[in-house]
T-cell receptor
Framework: AQSVTQPDIHITVSEGASLELRCNYS??????LFWYVQSPGQGLQLLLK????DTLVQGIKGFEAEFKRSQSSFNLRKPSVHWSDAAEYFC???????????WGAGTKLIIKP | NAGVTQTPKFQVLKTGQSMTLQCAQD?????MSWYRQDPGMGLRLIHY???????DQGEVPNGYNVSRSTTEDFPLRLLSAAPSQTSVYFC???????????FGEGSRLTVL
């Protein structure tokens, strides 16, 4: 069965430091991969997506993610975080024509001043 | 741009009461869905629709009904509320069925 694992429930990072949020998935073929961000009290917003091609994808707000097939991972990175990046981040997997996404449990990002 | 609009934003119900969460989108998206979000569990799909007149069950459909009479609207009905339905509910729409979801701001429901 398809699944998505975000191993870190919370991550605390100092403002200006680099960030990496981990996402591992279980799926037989090449999936569609997504990162969404949820600011406090808000709905989710798409940060970036991978469908095919270049395994390093760029998203909004300075985020990027790298698809590594050998590790079944799609980790989210940002070189320098800002206080406004404090939010919860969700990794999701879609498979083929099935548009029903499988969601990770989320990682809450806390920014230290 | 309105995008996806959900109402109400907050609701308190007593066990056994019924209610409808409204969802409307103005992007002419064919696909719409309802999720519930519970702490530590990510989002779970309740029901979805691939177009007007077509609905199907997701991962956690029990206790909920949906209908899709127009492209724009996708209401979620709680038939007889239970405390286990206390959650934050999100409506989402997407354009091509490839997972690029547009979410509403959520409806926080408490069932006493």
């Amino acid at each position: 069965a398809q699944s998505v694992t975000q191993p870190d429930i919370h991550i605390t990072v100092s403002e200006g430091a680099s960030l990496e949020l981990r996402c591992n998935y279980s799926y037989g073929a090449t999936p569609y991969l997504f990162w969404y961000v949820q600011s406090p009290g808000q709905g989710l917003q798409l940060l970036l997506k991978y469908f095919s091609g270049d395994t390093l994808v760029q998203g909004i707000k300075g985020f990027e993610a790298e698809f590594k097939r050998s590790q079944s991972s799609f980790n989210l990175r940002k070189p320098s975080v800002h206080w406004s990046d404090a939010a919860e981040y969700f990794c999701a997997v879609g498979a083929g024509s099935n548009y029903q996404l499988i969601w990770g449990a989320g990682t809450k990002l806390i920014i230290k001043p | 741009n309105a995008g996806v609009t959900q109402t109400p934003k907050f609701q308190v119900l007593k066990t056994g009461q019924s209610m409808t969460l409204q969802c409307a989108q103005d992007m002419n998206h064919e696909y719409m869905s309802w999720y519930r979000q519970d702490p530590g569990m990510g989002l779970r799909l309740i029901h979805y629709s691939v177009g007007a007149g077509i609905t199907d069950q997701g991962e956690v459909p029990n206790g909920y009904n949906v209908s899709r009479s127009t492209t724009e609207d996708f209401p979620l009905r709680l038939l007889s509320a239970a405390p286990s339905q206390t959650s934050v509910y999100f409506c989402a729409s997407e354009d091509r069925g490839l997972g690029e979801l547009f979410f509403g701001e959520g409806s926080r429901l408490t069932v006493l």
